[in-house]
């Protein structure tokens, strides 16, 4: 699938594959073979379940690191994880040469702040964090963030770049008004699980997506309708 999605882009945008496992094995597989399909980076979730310890962590990214040539973008969602990387682990990960970011969907503000921070006390150059929260996006720019990997931009990406390009300009004024005008959309989209309202806005908005696959399962009646309500009023369907 990744090599397919690659032929279909054909260059005109980087490809980001997603490639993490909670068996480190099986993660270091799964970049592999996105390495060699010729994606531009690997986006690698921090083991789940199992609830590595911090140095663990840290192992685990140095190996996957050590043992391919792809780029690694960290993604830290303790939410559906059970496990955070915390600001030290981050800040060590950040000093090897083929981690480029993390992806921070941890909601705690002030984290992002402290790893910021550190990263320009240290001087930790082309290590970047991104927000993995739509709703935080804003936010977190304004303490140094440099975007999102959004949920929102499958549905509506001309508004949500619109609302990181402005807010990455200065422009908050414009980026504030974005926002809440996405801030529905952004909400209702995780009315059930993700990816759940996101395959079906698009297969509502004449973009097939396909189904979801078990044990995720189809949205209730009455979350569908709000959905359509949100798409209705930001013309997207």
Known sequence: MIDIL??????????IAGAGSNSSKEALGLLQYAENAGADAGLVITPYYNKPQQHGLYEHYKMLEETTDIPIIVYNVPSRTGTDIDVETVLKVAKLDKILAIKEANPALNKVSAVIKEIQ??????????SGNDDLTLPMISQGA????????????????QMVNA??????????KLHYQLYDLMK????ESNPVPAKKSLNIMGRPSGNVRMPL???????ISKLKHVLKDLDLI
Do not use: C, H, W
Not at 121 to 130: A, E, M, R, T, W
């Open 6 to 15: 690659i032929d279909e882009v054909n260059g005109k945008v980087n490809t």
């Open 121 to 130: 006390d240290q001087d930790i150059k082309d290590f970047i964090v991104l």
């Open 146 to 161: 440099m975007g999102v990997i959004s949920v929102v931009a499958n549905v509506d990406p001309l508004r949500m770049s």
């Open 167 to 176: 807010a990455l300009k200065g422009d908050i004024e414009e980026a504030r």
């Open 188 to 191: 209702v989209l995780f009315i």
């Open 217 to 223: 399962a189809p949205m209730y009646d009455k979350n």
